[in-house]
C-alpha cells in the first residue's frame, strides 16, 4: 500500500514552459487535494476532486489546470509557469467517508521556475 | 481575520518539558479537527484527530472547545524529534473544498 504519491519529487523550469505534475493514490479515496506551499507559509488550495470526472476550484487557482479520469489520479498541469509558482505542491486524498476526514499527503514536488 | 489562527512561535523547550499550542476557528460549523506534523521540506502528516471529549496518544493529548473555537496540543516529556511544525486543521464536513490548515507552529526542543 503506497499511500499518494507524487512524480516528479524536483523539477526546474523555464518561465513560459509548461508541465504536469503527476498523483496518484491507491486507496481508493474519491477526494483528492492540489495544494501550494511556498517557503515559510501555510498550504494553500490550488484545485479539489470530488470524485473521478469532478473537479472544483480551490483558493488559488490561476495558472493551473486538473483533471480526475478515474479514481486513482489526478495530475495538476502548469500551463507557462511563473517564477510566483516556484513552491512545493503537495497532493491529498481523503476518504471523506464513514467519519473520516482526515488527509493523507504526496511527498512534495519541489518546483522551482526562473 | 484568517478561519484558522495559530501561534507561530518559535517555541523553544528543553528536553523533557510540556508544551502547549492553541488553534482557533473562525467557523462555528466546523466539524472535523486535526493536528498534523510537518518536518522540514517534508510533507504534512497526521498526527491525531480531536474530540470533543478530548483524546491521548501516548505523550500526546488533544482537546476541542467548541464553545470558544478552539482546539489544542498538549506534547508532555518532549523528545528532540518532536521538533517540527504542528498544524491544525479545520474541516467542513459538508463542503469537501473547505479544510482549512493554519499556518502552524514551529517547535524545537533542544538537549
Known amino acids: 500500500n503506497a499511500g499518494v504519491t507524487q512524480t516528479p519529487k524536483f523539477r526546474i523550469l523555464k518561465i513560459g514552459q509548461s508541465m504536469t505534475l503527476q498523483c496518484t493514490q491507491d486507496?481508493?479515496?474519491?477526494?483528492m487535494y492540489w495544494y501550494r506551499q511556498d517557503p515559510g507559509m501555510g498550504l494553500k488550495l490550488i484545485y479539489y476532486s470530488v470524485g473521478a470526472g469532478i473537479t472544483d476550484k480551490g483558493e488559488v487557482p490561476n495558472g493551473y489546470n486538473v483533471s480526475r479520469s478515474t479514481t486513482e489520479d489526478f495530475p495538476l498541469r502548469l500551463e507557462l509557469a511563473a517564477p510566483s509558482q516556484t513552491s512545493v505542491y503537495f497532493c491529498?486524498?481523503?476518504?471523506?467517508?464513514?467519519?473520516?476526514?482526515?488527509?493523507?499527503f504526496g511527498p512534495g514536488t519541489r518546483l522551482t521556475v526562473t | 481575520r484568517k478561519e484558522v489562527e495559530q501561534d507561530p512561535g518559535p517555541f523553544n523547550v528543553p528536553e523533557g518539558a510540556t508544551v502547549a499550542f492553541n488553534c482557533t476557528y473562525s467557523?462555528?460549523?466546523?466539524?472535523?479537527f486535526f493536528w498534523y506534523r510537518q518536518d522540514c521540506r517534508k510533507e504534512p502528516k497526521l498526527l491525531m484527530s480531536?474530540?470533543?471529549s478530548g483524546n491521548e496518544d501516548g505523550r500526546f493529548t488533544a482537546q476541542l472547545n467548541r464553545a470558544s473555537q478552539y482546539i489544542s496540543l498538549l506534547i508532555r516529556d518532549s523528545k528532540l524529534s518532536d521538533s517540527a511544525t504542528y498544524l491544525c486543521?479545520?474541516?467542513?464536513?459538508?463542503?469537501?473544498?473547505?479544510?482549512?490548515f493554519g499556518d502552524g507552529t514551529t517547535l524545537t526542543v533542544k538537549p
Open positions: 467557523n462555528s460549523a466546523s466539524q472535523s
Open positions: 486543521v479545520v474541516i467542513l464536513n459538508t463542503n469537501a473544498g473547505k479544510s482549512t
Open positions: 480531536v474530540y470533543s
Open positions: 486507496m481508493n479515496h474519491n477526494y
Open positions: 491529498a486524498s481523503s476518504p471523506r467517508a464513514g467519519g473520516r476526514y482526515e488527509q493523507y
